[in-house]
């Protein structure tokens, strides 16, 4: 498996706080190694996101990817809301 970083994925990873950071490279570390652990709560989106994924971070931290062939493209980090807001927008 591949994995890449969209650029706006990095601009919300590098403004995030230091322990969502190391919370993130954690979970990261986890998901190479079992991408449907149970700590990710790894899902599809349906309807008209179709095709993005979900992962757990923290309690309210998301990190949101695509998946294309058999690279990971991360593209969004950050909170459960504002994932979603800037999905729509």
């Given at each position: 498996m591949?994995?890449r970083f969209?650029k706006?994925?990095?601009?919300?990873?590098?403004?995030?706080p230091?322990?969502?950071m190391k919370a993130?490279?954690?979970?990261?570390?986890?998901f190479?190694?079992?991408?449907?652990?149970?700590?990710?709560?790894?899902?599809l989106?349906?309807g008209?996101?179709?095709?993005?994924?979900s992962i757990?971070i923290?309690?309210?931290?998301?990190a949101l990817y695509?998946?294309?062939?058999?690279?990971i493209i991360?593209?969004?980090l950050?909170?459960?809301?504002?994932?979603?807001?800037?999905?729509?927008?």
């Amino acid at each position: 498996m591949n994995v890449r970083f969209t650029k706006k994925f990095y601009k919300h990873y590098h403004k995030a706080p230091i322990h969502i950071m190391k919370a993130f490279d954690k979970k990261l570390a986890l998901f190479l190694l079992d991408p449907f652990h149970s700590q990710l709560n790894n899902h599809l989106f349906s309807g008209n996101r179709k095709g993005l994924w979900s992962i757990n971070i923290t309690g309210d931290w998301r990190a949101l990817y695509v998946r294309d062939g058999d690279t990971i493209i991360f593209e969004l980090l950050g909170t459960h809301g504002n994932c979603i807001d800037k999905l729509l927008h």
